[in-house]
């Protein structure tokens, strides 16, 4: 209806549980991590509460689309008592018949798919939302399915999603043995006030908004109605949409949203909002104080005396007239539109989280948490050059924790006396002739790490000329490692560090990069990583390459770089980021000089390049090659298909021809006859020369020499495939 009008590509508030729309508020990351905890550390039992419309739902539905294909899930939502057997609704869920069997029957076809399952290597997950509507028979019939396992093994993974109630009824005397077997549980609160302002910037940017919708005081009545709840905020900014699209006004102002909050309370049909934080005992809802829960939607006298001082109030806890008037730099003699405020995605913890001990050991428990989600099965790692030279054997290790890292302060936003040079940091890593230019590139005002094998070599003087500070890398040597070294110290030498730019050694950092990737993430605070190229649009991607600029709050809580990998690390890295909610971004922006351009190389160079390629191809398959990523499934079906399935073909169709002549005619010539298949064969490579060609620019030489590189190139790509797979003994033995 309005999206053409304000130029968005889909409605931004859609109350329907949508996970691409899903804002990471500090809640819902904690709430994530324990989902996630729970499903790859097998707990058998988890559970998430929550008021209504917090989002429990969404959260959900974002881990169902994150769940790889080693898992069997099954989402109940409507489920409880009188509406059939709990079994039947089990075995629905999991698409399985259930019509006209006995209790017992059901059960033993229960537990009979259980294990077939997991005889497929396939884990079991039951979800139920909704959960507080279970009846206590229906907890213990639960409680008995989870006591199916396999030896040590658990075949059923339950999550229990629900309102408050659900605790209540957990919390039962006759409940303790259910309650006992919770391994991961955690209650989603509201947003906090100056979250609701990131929360409605992230879900309009994800919209395609290219610019401020809602003013600032607009956005502060939204967050003091709504008390945080998403649901509430969603309802509340859609109709202010509508409204502001019927006056064809392109900015929503205080005045638009005064008046859906006035005409929700005198003709909407919504009924009492949830109350957040109700004292017990409260009074009727028609005569209970409006200091007990938000007051959007609460129908009451039009005309109350005390007006703003009433409203004042009338706030929840955490929503304070000081947390609100924090939120306005100057009261602006108009409601001007909103101007770029420099917010952070994760700003003001909930009040829950503000006291010490609780937040830090909350943020503790997140980070161990957050680095579970980064445990994957991984190859034996394989050699890698570092700076300082030589090649190294990798030893397998254990993956970087989060909380290795030195503390990101979650202040709201940076002070306005906050300097660009506080917030950014640069590491460099790799040897290099041009080392030392990458070093001076970003410029002196900012703080650099050059991560050095060993810190006498020729390399490291260098940089520390430049004006580098010099880190010996971890032992064995990775680019993962080294990276997650120049970033501890760099959050040593920098403690209010929020974004870093990770840069290999060559790369000449282009003027303004980061003063423009900086501004971006302030402006989009759901980007968690990006890159800049030139010429190539805006546009939302699944990875980066080497060189890339990143969220150091998102860096940490995904566990950093792993140190056992040999290549594709960033790639893994900008996987988890996203995994956990982040996005990653590609700039129309130059941030590498010369970058994308085409470089003259010699053979031997453009044959190592290619079969460094298909290396990382077969790895990238064996590392991310399932489903929902598929990284590289594409290119290395290429490589195996035009590097050895074409020629095989070719070459046995050739021999076989050669055969079948001397057989049929002993004076024809195999030679000729060969000819056909591998003149055929030859043709099939022209043909794609000429395609790839067409598709970059018929008229253009580079076009034809890219084509011919291309095509050829899956030669030296199967090359760097065997080698992943038959790597020489030396290298077996060693890693």
Known sequence: MYEEFFGLSEKPFSILPDPAFLYWGRGHRLAYAMLEYGVLNQAGISIVTGEVGCGKTTLIHRLLDQLSDTHTVALISNIQEGRGDLLSWVLMGFGQPFAGKSHVELFAQIQSFFIGEYAKGRRVVLIIDEAQNLSVDMLEELRMLSNINAGKDQLLQLILVGQPQLKELLNRPD???????VGADFHLQALGAEEVAAYIDTRLSIAGAKRRIFTDRAVELIAEQSAGVPRVINIIADTALVYAFSAQDLVVDVEIVRNVIRDKNEYGVFGYAARINAPAGAEDSRTRSRADGPTAFIKGEPNNAGGREQQAEARPAGYSSSVLSSMRRLDPPHDAPRMPARRQALAAPQPALQSAPEGAALRAVENRLSFRSAVEAEPAPRQIAMAGGGSDALAAA????????????????????????ERVGVVVVGAGARADATIRSPGQDFAIIYVAADAETADAAAARAAGAEVVVADSPSSLGRARNAGYR??????PGLRYVQFLEAGAILAPGWLEAAARFMERRPEVAALEGRAGGGEE??????????VRAEAFEAAGGYRGDLAVNETRDLCIRLRRRGGRVWRLDTEMIRGDGRARPVSFAQWWRNAQRAGYEYAHGVRLHGGRPERLFVREHLQTLVWGAGIPVLVILAALAAAALARITDAAASPLLAAAAPLAA????????????????????????RAALAATFASFPEFAGAWR???????KRAKA
């Not at 939302?540 to 600029?549: A, P």
């Not at 064969?681 to 034809?704: H, K, M, N, S």
């Open 681 to 704: 064969g030859a043709a099939t490579y022209l043909a794609r020369v000429i395609v790839i060609a067409v598709r970059r620019g018929p008229g253009r030489l580079a076009a034809w």
């Open 398 to 421: 254990p993956r970087p924790e989060a909380s290795s890292f030195p503390e990101t302060p979650l202040n709201a936003a940076p002070s306005q006396t906050e300097t660009l040079r």
């Open 489 to 494: 110290s760099l959050k040593r030498r920098r």
């Open 540 to 549: 939302e991607i699944r990875t980066t390459g080497e060189n890339l600029f």
């Open 724 to 730: 992943f797979y038959f790597p020489a003994p030396s």
């Open 175 to 181: 409940m303790l043995q259910l309650a006992q077997r």
